[in-house]
């Protein structure tokens, strides 16, 4: 099927008043007003990681695409990158019209803690970028969550990132009340590392609630294709392993493509009692098709018209025919405890307890607003280590040294989505293994 700007254009002239409810956490769920919610999402970065673009700032590209989520039968859409400068009413208020929520990365490639110098790249300049965009988007009823970051922490010898990632977390938390912003969930979405899967999301989910996230997901490439079932997946280990975690949970990323077209028959099982208690659904990997054939659409040369390739077909089948479970899908509805602060392990678990206290300069949007959002253009805060400056907040533990200055050029993508890299990464890793049964 094709789909073009133009149809878009007009649902939105078309469209009335009516508004989203937002979505709430209760226990170990998610909720829209009295009934449980279930992401049936996907992960939207028309562009692909090497060429980012804010699909929210364009109708012309929203316009396109939005029409075609609808019609698959999408609740969810997340979105990697937006530019904060850049005006989004009108795409948001389409995804709202079509039943659309967003989940949106607060990183750019330009602002994110670096896998590098995490303390360093944690300063007033990030905060800055990451408050003005809460405070851009947080006026949207259709705004579902925040992720604070995105496979920040990706190997073992990068865990000391987690750190500075979750104190970012505890700073949304405290920006949005600071400035009475509506209470937006505020999660992280974990790469699917084997070694420490199990320790991030326990320490993402630990010490006081002001510093815990509200919510924790995860990319997930483990079920390849219809052989693949609940138990071969490792699904089913999961289940057990979230069983009692006391926040919501669900795959940010799925859909593994080592076996085209997908046949998508994970979605049986995510959305079935055998995992709804603990999880609430996943973003399917991704909306358009990139050089990682990945995609549920291919888009024109032009940009202006999108043709649904076969597995948006198969996508669009399953959902039809795998509603979601009635009553509340098993969920814990109580106030879940924290978890507990894992230890550190020498070479594989590095992340501190005891966060960071938040960079000084930045108090000061607590009080007055983290002024105008600067977006894609806005200064780096990946900032090579200074000599002898003193010009960061953070303590100075960090030891890499350059010779470049402060808010030079980027590192090549630090910690957005490095989902190509990662997923052939687990994908070779699983091969080399012969098999889920040891990659698990
Ligand atoms: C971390 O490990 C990865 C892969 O094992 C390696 O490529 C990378 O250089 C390591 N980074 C550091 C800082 O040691
Ligand atoms: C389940 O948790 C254990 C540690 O409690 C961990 O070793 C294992 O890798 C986890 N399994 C999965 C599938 O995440
Ligand atoms: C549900 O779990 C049971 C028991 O583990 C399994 O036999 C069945 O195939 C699963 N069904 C789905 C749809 O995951």
Known sequence: MRFTTLAGLATLAASAAAELTPITIRGNAFFSGNSRFYVRGVDYQPGGASDPKDPLADTAICGRDIPAMKELGLNAVRVYIVDSAADHDECMKMLDDAGIYLILDVNTPFHSITRDNPSLSYNEVYLQHVFGTMDVFSKYPNLMAYFAGNEVVDNENNTAAATYVKATVRDMKAYQKARKLRAIPVG????????????????????????????????????????????????????????????????????????????????????HTNMTGVFSGGLVFEWSQEPNNYGLVQVSKDLKTIDTLVDYDNLKTMYENVPNPTGDGGATLTDGSASECPSKIPGAWDA????????????????????????????????????????????????????????????????????????????IFTGFLGGLAVFL
């Open 352 to 427: 501190e307890c005891t966060l960071p206290n938040m960079p000084q300069k930045a108090e000061v949007y607590f009080n007055s607003g983290a002024g105008k959002a600067l977006g894609l253009d806005g200064p780096s805060n990946q900032w090579t280590e200074p000599s002898g400056t003193g010009t960061s907040d953070t303590p100075a533990t960090s030891t890499s040294s350059s010779s470049s200055s402060p808010n030079a050029a980027p590192l090549p993508m630090p910690s957005v989505n490095l989902m190509a890299i990662t997923s052939i990464a687990s994908i």
């Open 188 to 271: 992280y979405s974990a790469a699917d590392v084997a070694q420490n899967r199990q320790l991030i999301a326990e320490y993402m989910n630990s010490g006081t609630k002001e510093e815990r996230v509200d919510f924790h997901a995860f990319n997930d490439y483990s079920w390849c294709g219809s052989a693949s079932s609940f138990q071969i997946s490792g699904y089913d280990q999961k289940v057990k392993n979230y069983t009692g975690y006391g926040i919501p949970t669900f795959l940010s990323e799925f859909g593994c493509n080592l076996n085209p077209p997908r046949t998508f028959t994970e979605i049986e099982s995510i959305y």
